[in-house]
């Protein structure tokens, strides 16, 4: 079992950045895929981006390619999201997630964190 906690998130501006962070516990990080996803009000979770344990595969949502970057430190065990260039449409509660079964669908996830918020103002 692996616990997750995330970091990083807040309030920025339209064209600003954010790096998130989310800390996982246990021994065995580097065998979990880990992705972000995120959830805005109103709106379903959707699938921001995923890396492989290694880092040899990555995947990112359509919308996020050239925005956002994911990359994982497993001597850390930490999965990180690099988001720049960000827009008000980026608001939303960002969560990490474990996955041990590949990285989409969402379903394939079977630990998440508690989420961080991202605000973007205009």
């Known amino acids: 079992q692996v616990q997750l906690v995330e970091s990083g998130g807040g309030l920025v501006q339209a064209g600003g950045s954010l790096r998130l962070s989310c800390a996982a516990s246990?021994?065995?990080?580097?065998?979990?895929?880990m992705g972000w996803f995120r959830q805005a009000p109103g709106k379903e979770r959707e699938f921001v981006a995923g890396?492989?344990?290694?880092?040899?595969?990555?995947y990112y949502a359509d919308s996020m390619k050239g925005r956002f970057t994911i990359s994982r430190d497993n001597a850390k065990n930490t999965v990180y999201l690099q988001m720049n260039s960000l827009k008000p449409e980026d608001t939303a509660v960002y969560y990490c997630?474990?996955?041990?079964?590949?990285?989409?669908?969402?379903?394939?996830?079977?630990?998440w964190g508690q989420g961080t918020q991202v605000t973007v103002s205009s």
């Open positions: 246990g021994r065995t990080f580097s065998s979990y895929g």
């Open positions: 890396i492989s344990g290694r880092g040899g595969n990555i």
């Open positions: 997630a474990a996955s041990t079964r590949g990285l989409y669908p969402p379903s394939n996830y079977a630990y």
